[in-house]
C-alpha cells in the first residue's frame, strides 16, 4: 500500500527557474513531513520538513507548502541551480511510531546550465 | 562519530550466502532505523531500535531478515539465504530531535548484489 505518492517521476528545469514536487498522503495520523534530497551513491540528507500546524515553511530557496484539509505537500526551489540536480523524497511520519519515515516513489531532477 | 557510517559499501554475494551489513550510528543517537532501497524507488521502513530494544520489525520481509544493537550503538542487519531479490540499497539511520522537529541522518547505505 502506497501512503504516500510523489510526482512528477522526474524533472528538467532550467537553471534559474522554479522545481514544483508534489506529494499526497493518505494517513491522516501523519504529523510530519519531511523532504529528503538524495545524490548518487549517498543517502538521504534532510532538506526541510513541516508539521500540519503551518501552511508554509521558507528555508533559503527552499519552500513546502502543506494543504492539510487536501492532504497534499510540496515542494519548491526556487533559482534552480545545477548543483541541485538529484533525487527527491518527500516522507511522513508519525509521532507515535517512532518516526519511521513513509516515503514516496522519488522525483529525479535536472537543473540545466 | 561525525556521521551514520555503513559497511560494507558493496556486497557481492552468491545466491544462498548469508551477509552481514553493519551500522555504525552517530554517537549519543538512540534511535536507529534499517530501510532498504529498491532501484529508482524511495527507501522502505525495515526495523527500528530504540537503545538495544527493537521496538518495530514490522518493515522486514521474511524471516530470513534478522537485525540486533546488542549494546545500543553499532547494529547489524543479517540476511540469511540471500535471494535475487533481496539486491537493494541497505540504509541505515540514526535520529535525534532537532529544533521544531525530527531528524533523521543516514548512513550513505550498503548496496546489495546478490546473483
Known amino acids: 500500500q502506497q501512503q504516500v505518492k510523489q510526482s512528477p517521476q522526474s524533472l528538467i528545469v532550467q537553471k534559474g527557474g522554479i522545481s514544483i514536487i508534489n506529494c499526497a498522503y493518505e494517513?491522516?495520523?501523519?504529523?510530519?513531513f519531511p523532504w529528503y534530497q538524495q545524490f548518487p551513491g549517498k543517502g538521504p540528507a534532510l532538506l526541510i520538513a513541516?508539521?500540519?500546524?503551518?501552511s508554509e515553511k521558507k528555508e533559503g530557496r527552499f519552500t513546502i507548502s502543506f494543504n492539510k484539509s487536501a492532504k497534499q505537500f510540496s515542494l519548491h526551489i526556487m533559482d534552480s541551480q545545477p548543483g541541485d540536480s538529484a533525487t527527491y523524497f518527500c516522507?511522513?511520519?508519525?509521532?507515535?511510531?517512532?518516526?519511521?519515515?513513509?516515503f514516496g516513489e522519488g522525483t529525479q531532477l535536472t537543473v540545466n546550465p | 562519530g561525525a556521521g551514520v557510517s555503513q559497511s560494507p559499501r558493496y556486497k557481492v554475494a552468491k545466491r544462498g550466502q548469508d551477509v552481514a551489513l553493519r551500522c555504525d550510528p552517530i554517537?549519543?543517537?538512540?534511535?536507529l532505523f534499517w530501510y532498504q532501497q529498491a532501484l529508482g524507488q524511495g527507501p522502505e521502513f525495515l526495523t527500528y531500535?530504540?537503545?538495544?530494544?527493537?521496538?518495530?520489525k514490522s518493515g522486514l520481509p521474511s524471516d530470513r531478515f534478522f537485525a540486533e544493537r546488542p549494546e545500543g550503538s553499532v547494529s547489524t542487519l543479517k540476511i540469511q539465504r540471500t535471494q535475487q531479490e533481496d539486491s537493494a540499497v541497505y540504509l541505515c539511520?540514526?535520529?535525534?530531535?532537532?529544533?521544531?522537529?525530527?531528524?533523521?541522518?543516514f548512513g550513505p547505505g550498503t548496496r546489495l548484489l546478490v546473483l
Open positions: 494517513n491522516t495520523a501523519f504529523d510530519y
Open positions: 539511520a540514526s535520529w535525534s530531535w532537532a529544533e521544531g522537529g525530527e531528524t533523521q541522518y
Open positions: 531500535f530504540q537503545n538495544e530494544a527493537q521496538l518495530d
Open positions: 513541516i508539521r500540519p500546524d503551518v
Open positions: 554517537s549519543g543517537h538512540v534511535s
Open positions: 516522507a511522513a511520519s508519525k509521532e507515535t511510531s517512532g518516526s519511521r519515515l513513509t
